[in-house]
């Protein structure tokens, strides 16, 4: 299983990031897709998931109303899609998997680091 995350750099507060992770070496429908993110002196915090068959999505609240999970089918990618950056949201970002019904993330990118400046 490999997970590629791309799409991370600099923005300034307010501006947008799109995040992309490229899933291949397993059966995706069966899998929940999840971002995760962790700053500097800070937990890993879990961000968004969405269950891949279903479409159904989850956000912490710090995310609700601003960041968007999707996916596209055709080419087993989760997006991640950040508005209204603030510097609180500075962090490297990892995309995750988890076999359904597991609890455990068992597969993780490499992270792609977001910098949002004020």
């Known amino acids: 299983v490999q997970l590629v995350e791309s799409g991370g750099g600099l923005a300034a507060a307010g501006n947008s990031l799109r995040l992309s992770c490229a899933a291949s070496?397993?059966?995706?429908?069966?899998?929940?897709l999840a971002w995760f993110r962790q700053a500097p002196g800070k937990e890993r915090e879990f961000v968004a998931a969405i269950k891949w068959g279903s479409g159904s999505t989850y956000y912490t609240d710090s995310a609700k109303g601003r960041f968007t999970i999707s996916r596209d089918n055709a080419k087993n990618t989760v997006y991640l899609q950040m508005n209204s950056l603030k510097p609180e949201d500075t962090a490297v970002y990892y995309c995750?998997?988890?076999?359904?019904?597991?609890?455990?993330?068992?597969?993780w990118g490499q992270g792609t680091q977001v910098t949002v400046s004020s």
């Open positions: 070496g397993l059966t995706i429908s069966n899998y929940f």
């Open positions: 995750a998997a988890r076999l359904e019904p597991r609890r455990v993330y068992d597969y």
